[in-house]
Every structure is written in C-alpha cells, then in structure tokens.
C-alpha cells in the first residue's frame, strides 16, 4: 500500500509540476570548468551505440543519433531584404542566397521502422559561406559551410552536461528508461524529463510538413574585441524551420517501415517543398536561460522572426550515389561562423562528441578523407565533387 502511495504522489507531481524548475537559471552562459571531464565518457557511450548498431545492422557504422536518414536534399537559402537590424550578421545578409543540403532523419541510433514513435530531425548545411569556422581542424575551418541543426520539438529534457551524460550512459548499456527510474524511490524518479522525453517522441505524416527547432542557443551576432567578456555575444537566439509546404493530400502508408522516405520520393517527383527559416531572440529580462534547454521560450514574450526562405525544388534523390553522399555527409553545431556560436552546456560538449565520433565512423567506413561539399554535384561512387 505503501508504495502504491509513493507512486500516486508521484504521478500527482508530475501531473502538477512537471512544467516548472525549483528555480530559474542565469540568463547567460555559466561554464562549468568541470564539464569538460565528461566528454570522455560520453564519447565512449555514443561509440558504443555507434557499434552496436553496426552489428544490427551492418556493414557500415552510422551516427550514434539520426542514424536513420530519409534523404539528403539539394535547396536553396536566401536570406530575406526585410531583416531588423539586429539580425543582420553572420549569414543573414539580407538578400544572399546559398546552396545547401538539407538531411531529414529520425533521431534513434537504431535504424528503426518509421511508425515507431521517435523525435525527427532536420539539419541544414550552407555552401558559400566565407571566413573562418570555430572548428580548429584546417579542413573544417576553412571550409565554407555553416550548418544547422534541429528536431521536431521545441525542447529537450536534459538540462546540462551531467545528466546528458547519465542518459547516454544508460542508453549505450541497453536501457531505455534506467536514466529515467533510477534507484526505487518513485520521489526521486526524472518525471519532468521523462515528460518532456515523451513529448518529444511521436509520428509525423511527412518531413516536408512539420516544424522544426534548434532546442539550444546560440550567438546572434559577437563584439569584436571580446576576450575578456565572459559574455562576448550581442544576443542569444534560438532558430526554427517552419514548413510553408502545402501537403499532396496523399494519405501516409504507416506500415511502410520507411514511409517517410517513401513521402518524401513521391512529393518531390511532382512537386517542390519550402520552409520558413525563424529566428527568436532572448529577451534578458523574462525566463529564456541558455543553460537549460529544458525550458521553452515562450513566443508570446519573444515571437520567431523570419529571417529566410527555403526552397527543396522538385527532385530524384533516392539514388545510390546520393544515398551513400547522404551517409557520409558529417553535421556539427559548431561548424559555424563566429557570429553564430553555439551557447551552453549542451552544446559546449557537441563539439568534441560530434567530431570525435564524425571521425571515428568515417574512419571505421574507410572514409578518413572526408570533406565538405562545396555544390550539388556528387560523382558515381557518392562523394562530393568540385563542379558547380
């Protein structure tokens, strides 16, 4: 009786508290010197999700998240005439427009069928994007591509380093919700992450109709001569590709395990696709952290702006030469300019997993010379090429 209470208290608490935080955290960032040790153990967790699903599904070795891609396809970015002030920098030049790729993908390391409940994911890459990146390899930084990097919810439900850490860790030693019942006390239990956690999972129709989101931070715009301010940038923002795509009308085969590649396929051989590209700046004085991307920012207080337009024209994608382009093709928040540099905890621990597993899995395919594409064109065997 006694623990049928405890777990009815729970779920009363999660039902009555599961949107609030114990308190509020900084507005800015506040850099843990102690996150960095965490990076180890976190790589080795994402290399054995990495691994254990080469020996599922084999031969190749894939992401340790979005491992499973719909397709890789060629777009257009063009940055609108109309922009504030205040976002005129870094790519946004009003006007300018870039090549991209853009990759749509679940988000499970596991190559699982596409009616299975999962987050969706849609990153971005830029071609003809000049000046240095804040990756220190000489391919990376000098390459001229910024990418962008978003799923299909606004949030996420680990607030920092620490318990990203934990739930990998959990996840690599095969259990999917020991991160969120760990130990017995149901008082103790992660309810608020386990919410958000369950929010975030679902279907969608098709990756041409949903919304996407950023879920952390990043710089909008740095000062220049800033190596003593701990808070260098002029404003934090979160961005977000809304779909201006107007459905085919064809109901979804959800029995299809790879239904949404199937939507994608039967869309883009008639017909084109398009995404607003938004911008929400943080207002310093309401609730809007950029250490915990647990909590929302609410558009009532600061509304998404559109900053550019998204074109995927009419195309045959699901072709081997792509599909291996697809595979190889590496995203990192932190390909960036500097204008736009990743913010927080989360994202401050990206940039050592990302690249560490981009190069392990290249490296493990016998792909170790990747590099960025500069255009469209990819030759027979799916690498990227030089011709416009």
């Not at 990747?370 to 255009?375: A, D, F, H, K």
């Amino acid at each position: 009786m006694a623990n049928r209470r405890a777990v009815l208290v729970a779920a009363l608490a999660l039902l009555a508290g599961c949107g609030r935080r114990d308190e509020p955290p900084q507005v800015g960032e506040q850099i843990d010197p102690s996150e960095r040790y965490l990076v180890p153990s976190i790589v080795a967790s994402a290399r054995r999700l990495v691994d254990d699903v080469q020996k599922q599904s084999g031969p190749l070795y894939r992401r340790d998240a979005h491992a499973k891609a719909h397709g890789c396809l060629t777009a257009t970015f063009t940055v609108r005439d109309d922009l504030p002030d205040t976002m005129r920098t870094g790519v946004f030049v009003p006007g300018h427009q870039y090549k991209a790729w853009i990759r749509f993908s679940n988000g499970n390391a596991a190559l699982q069928p596409d009616y299975d409940k999962d987050a969706r994911g849609m990153a971005i890459k830029l071609m003809g994007v000049e000046g240095p990146k804040i990756l220190d390899s000489p391919a990376d930084k000098d390459a001229q591509t910024q990418d962008f990097l978003m799923i299909n919810f606004p949030v996420f439900f680990n607030r920092d380093p620490a318990e990203y850490e934990r739930f990998i860790r959990y996840q690599a030693d095969g259990s999917q919700f020991g991160y969120f019942f760990a130990g017995r006390n149901p008082l103790d239990w992660r309810w608020r992450e386990l919410f958000i956690g369950g929010q975030l999972l679902g279907r969608i129709r098709n990756p041409l109709y949903a919304q996407y989101y950023s879920m952390t931070s990043y710089a909008m715009g740095v000062e220049q001569d800033s190596s003593d301010d701990p808070q260098p940038y002029r404003h934090a923002m979160k961005y977000s590709a809304k779909s201006c795509t107007p459905p085919d009308g064809r109901p979804a085969d959800v029995k299809d395990d790879d239904y949404l590649r199937r939507g994608l396929v039967e869309h883009l051989a008639k017909a084109d696709g398009c995404f607003e590209f938004l911008v929400q700046l943080q207002d310093p004085s309401r609730d809007m952290p950029v250490e915990d991307p647990t909590v929302r920012w609410k558009e009532s207080q600061s509304p998404f702006v559109p900053v550019a337009d998204i074109h995927i024209p009419s195309q045959e994608f699901d072709t081997p030469a792509r599909n291996t382009f697809c595979e190889n093709l590496s995203f990192n928040p932190w390909h960036a300019v500097e204008d736009h540099r990743p913010l927080g905890g989360l994202n401050r621990i990206r940039k050592a997993v990302y690249e560490e597993i981009a190069v392990y899995r290249h490296a493990m395919n016998g792909n170790a010379a990747y590099r960025e594409p500069t255009g469209w064109c990819v030759d027979a065997e799916g690498k990227p090429c030089d011709a416009p």
